[in-house]
């Protein structure tokens, strides 16, 4: 393809030809990192339509170019390429990223935590995208909301899950948070990207795996290496996709096209849940109806103890530094408010509808 003028010839064309001068109009080239397969389905897909949004929304001046795991640096390396300069803005989710942070935990998937709605009640409007951004600080990058999953599954098993005891000595791909519940109730935790994931289940090397939901899960044809289908993906009650950019490439830009870029995160925010929700529902019928997958819910006293372990888990992070202890007690505050508040609005009505 051939790459345009950075600076376009108008504004000398115009005066040559003795029209009013136009003001030479600068573009940016920016690439995207990701975390996911290159167009993988909701997610990679999510990053492109990011891309293109910004695109269109500044007419041009800012072309984004979308770079799959491993295309440009492998997926758990995005965070440092974005932040040393390498590209201008990463997409993915910020529980990858606790190595760096123990508080980026929170702007992704909290066990048992807030769902995609209760999420960007607290980020937008709740403070928690301030302590987002402070969080990223240090690192030079400026994190935002990109895409939510909404409620994930609760994973694929090749055996049933009837007590705690069937989750002892279970090798089970489950990041972050969730994943450490699962060690306290006596599983092991594996972290895997995405793309590596129905390899390892289909060989052995993992007993069972979370990734999604069901239109993911389809895509990475997970019914075909377990049986049990369960829910409900109590780790990622509605996880949030994040975009996080170079500051400094960010600080670069005019004034309206630092608007262009965080209101088009906003928007693929909102898309990608919209998304999920729609195409979720005709994946499961799929699995369910053309591929037999066996739908089973947690039993009870599992979820009960999974959410014990949870609290647990959760509170330990305000221990390990005072920028995340501000951010569990934000979290918590919320939490807290927001949870009396759909018992009587989301979950009465859901129950009402049946
Ligand atoms: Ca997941």
Known sequence: MKRREFITGTAAAGALAGAPAVIARRTWRWKMVTTWPKNFPGLGTGAEFLARLIGEMSDGRIRVRVYGAKELVPAFEAFDAVARGTAEMGHGASYYWKGKSEAAQFFAAVPFGFTAQEMNAWLYHGGGLELWREVYAPFGLIPAAAGNTGVQMGGWFNKEIRSLADLKGLKMR?????????????????????????????????????????????????????????????????????????????????????????????????????????????????????????????????????????????????????LSRKVYESYRRFRDKVRAWHAISERAYLEARG
Request: charged residues 25%; proline residues 7%; glycine residues 8%.
């Open 174 to 322: 489950i990041p972050g948070l969730g994943g450490e519940v699962l060690r306290r109730a006596g599983g092991t935790p594996v972290n895997l990207p995405g793309g590596e994931i129905f390899t390892a289940l289909q060989s052995g090397a993992i007993d069972a795996t979370e990734w999604v939901g069901p239109y993911n899960d389809l895509a990475f044809g997970l019914y075909k290496a377990a049986k049990y289908y369960y829910y409900p993906g109590w780790h990622e009650p509605g996880t949030t996709l994040e975009c996080f950019i170079n500051r400094k490439a960010f600080e670069a830009l005019p004034k309206d096209l630092r608007a262009i870029v965080l209101n088009a995160c906003r928007v693929a925010n909102q898309d990608m849940l919209a998304e999920y929700t729609a195409r979720n529902n005709d994946a499961l019928r799929v699995l369910v109806e053309k591929h037999k997958v066996a739908l089973r819910r947690f039993p009870e006293p599992v979820l009960e103890r999974l959410r014990e372990l949870s609290e647990q888990v959760v509170a330990e992070i305000a221990d390990k530094d005072p």
